[in-house]
């Protein structure tokens, strides 16, 4: 059981490349979200789904495109990136019950040039 | 979701218990009180939950006042692991659109010292 899965760990972009964040987990988890991390920022959330079809934005979707396709997998893409887009990147999943934790993966460290 | 307020930093003694204050003054009755915390470059792990009673796990007590406007979270042994930032988060039930969100701020970074 490998819980939630991030890949790359690091990565280094030029400003305009386009890349692909991959999340995956593997407890059947309802809940998938993203969220990058920024000194003194805490975690903001991107972008998050309630289930296989359904995505909706957080509070800094810009930028950042999702698709839920199956229950596993939660990509991130990003079409065009900006060094404003250097960050951290945490992916997350959680049971789609009432009182369940969210469980996170180790992240990706994105750097934008 | 409630916005919860915490103080930036503390520091504990290693061995000695270390509370770590939140205020939500602005809560909901069916608002849950999260803690998460995250241990340099590693993702956020959970500690604890709770709505009105006060909790306990192996890693944590939770104690939320009974106007539920402020909860203290216990660490009662503190470990030099247990350096890390601390985030205290309140969160609607499932069924609730934002309910699928942890709204993160910017955490208590708790230094355990020896």
């Known amino acids: 059981n490998a819980g939630v899965t991030q890949t790359p760990k690091f990565q280094v972009l030029k400003t305009g490349q386009s890349m692909t964040l991959q999340c995956a987990q593997d407890?059947?988890?309802?809940?998938m979200s993203w969220y990058r991390q920024d000194p003194g920022m805490g975690l903001r959330l991107i972008h998050y789904?309630?289930?296989?079809?359904?995505?909706d934005q957080g509070e800094v979707p810009n930028g950042y495109n999702v698709s839920r396709s199956t229950t596993e997998d939660f990509p991130l893409r990003l079409l065009s990136a900006a060094p404003s887009q250097t960050s951290v990147y945490f992916c997350?999943?959680?049971?789609?019950?009432?009182?369940?934790?969210?469980?996170f993966g180790q992240g990706t460290r994105l750097t934008v040039v | 979701d409630a916005k919860t307020t915490q103080p930036p930093s503390m520091d504990c003694a290693e061995g000695r218990a270390a509370n770590l204050p939140c205020n939500h003054s602005?809560?909901?009755?069916?608002?849950?009180v999260y803690w998460y915390r995250q241990i340099h470059s590693q993702g956020p792990q959970y500690i604890i939950h709770?709505?009105?009673n006060n909790e306990t796990n192996e890693m944590a007590s939770l104690i939320i006042t009974e106007d539920r406007k402020s909860s203290t979270l216990i660490l009662p042994h503190a470990t030099l692991r247990d350096t890390a930032v601390y985030y205290c988060?309140?969160?609607?039930?499932?069924?609730?659109?934002?309910?699928?969100?942890?709204?993160f701020g910017e955490g208590t970074q708790l230094t355990v010292n020896p």
């Open positions: 407890m059947n988890h309802e809940y």
């Open positions: 997350a999943s959680r049971p789609g019950t009432q009182k369940s934790e969210a469980f």
């Open positions: 602005t809560i909901s009755g069916n608002e849950y």
């Open positions: 709770g709505l009105k």
């Open positions: 988060i309140v969160r609607l039930p499932l069924g609730e659109t934002s309910g699928s969100r942890l709204t």
């Open positions: 789904s309630v289930g296989a079809g359904i995505t």
